[in-house]
Each structure stands twice: as structure tokens, then as C-alpha cells.
């Protein structure tokens, strides 16, 4: 489950716990600078996992397109290169640079397995119509919620850059602390 549970234990639960974003103007820089990272790298987690779904969700509709009688397509395999290619990605979205990669992947791999489960991507030729297209309204279902908790994660990552660049606007922070050897981002 990607929401995010009061008390819980996650990343995710930590990052959007009230207390996160509490008291930023007196959170010591490096302090600050840690919450920033913490929050960034579940929004990198979060990325993947949509990305993940949207995959899955290109290629049951590709199944579906080639199923339908007017289709002249192959395989959906024949075409999974095309199907997932990067001309297929979403231009929308924050246009966010992250700095880190996913760090959860076997733990995100698991979820979205287990969501899918009665659609066996692995042979989506054997499914049903019925099939493919309750999975698809299950993982439209899952991406919306992923992508909820998403932009609540880069709400917190907002507000953690607007605190760091007003401290380099009024001086109390600077650029050269973070080149010093050994201060890290």
C-alpha cells in the first residue's frame, strides 16, 4: 500500500508526517538539507513506481489494440521495444531533476506484481479481454493513488527548497558550505 499511514514506519510515512515540515526556519542547514534528500528520493521511488504501472498498462492496451479486428499489428512482444520507447513517456509533470535513483525497486516490484497478479503480463495472450481490462482499471486505480502521494512528497520537497533558498537569499546559508570537502548535499 503506497499511502501513507500516521506513525507508520516508511519513508513515505515519515516524509508526510506533520512534523516534517514543522519548524523549517530553525532546522540547522544540514538538518534541513537531509529532510531534502529523504523527500527526494521517495519522490524518485514514487516516479518509478508510476512508471512501472503506466508500463504494465501500455501493454495490456497494446494487447488489446492488436485483439481488436481492424488491427494490423504483430505481437505485442514483437513490439515492446515501440510499445514502451520513450516517444510513449508522459511530457506532462514538474520536469523535476532528481539526484538519486530508486533505492526500493525489489519492494515496489512486489506491490505492483501484486496488484496485477490475475493479468499475468508475462502471457497477457491468454487473458481475457475481461481480464486485461479489470487489470487496467486496477492499476488506473493504484497509479492514481501513487501519483496522489507523489505530488504530496514534491509539496514537501517545495517547501524544504523554499526554506533552503531563502536561507542562501538572506546569506545564513552558502553555496561555498556546499563545496567544502567532506559537507555533502
Known amino acids: 500500500m503506497t499511502r501513507p499511514m500516521p506513525g507508520g ?19 540547522p542547514l544540514a538538518d534541513l538539507r537531509a529532510r531534502r534528500h529523504e ?17 504494465r498498462m501500455s ?16 505481437s505485442v512482444v514483437d513490439e515492446l521495444s515501440q510499445i514502451l520507447g520513450d516517444e510513449q513517456r508522459s511530457t506532462r509533470g514538474l520536469g523535476r531533476h532528481l539526484t ?21 503480463l508475462s502471457d497477457v495472450a491468454a487473458r481475457t479481454d475481461a481480464e486485461l481490462r479489470d487489470a487496467l ?11 496522489e502521494v507523489r505530488r504530496n512528497v514534491q509539496h514537501a520537497m517545495d517547501m ?3 526554506e533552503l533558498t531563502a536561507r542562501y537569499r538572506d546569506g545564513s546559508a552558502s553555496v561555498d558550505e556546499l563545496l567544502a570537502p567532506g559537507t555533502g548535499v
Open 9 to 27: 514506519r516508511r519513508r513515505v510515512d515519515h516524509v508526510l508526517a506533520p512534523e516534517f515540515l514543522a519548524g523549517l526556519a530553525d532546522l
Open 39 to 55: 523527500a527526494e528520493q521517495e519522490e524518485a521511488d514514487l516516479s518509478y513506481v508510476r512508471r512501472m504501472i503506466h508500463g
Open 59 to 74: 501493454i495490456i492496451e497494446a494487447e488489446l489494440r492488436r485483439r481488436d479486428p481492424a488491427s494490423t499489428g504483430g
Open 100 to 120: 538519486v535513483e530508486p533505492s526500493r525497486v525489489d519492494e515496489h516490484r512486489r506491490g505492483e506484481e501484486k496488484i496485477i497478479a490475475d493479468a499475468v
Open 137 to 147: 482499471v486496477r492499476l488506473a486505480e493504484h497509479e492514481a493513488e501513487v501519483s
Open 160 to 162: 524544504l527548497s523554499a
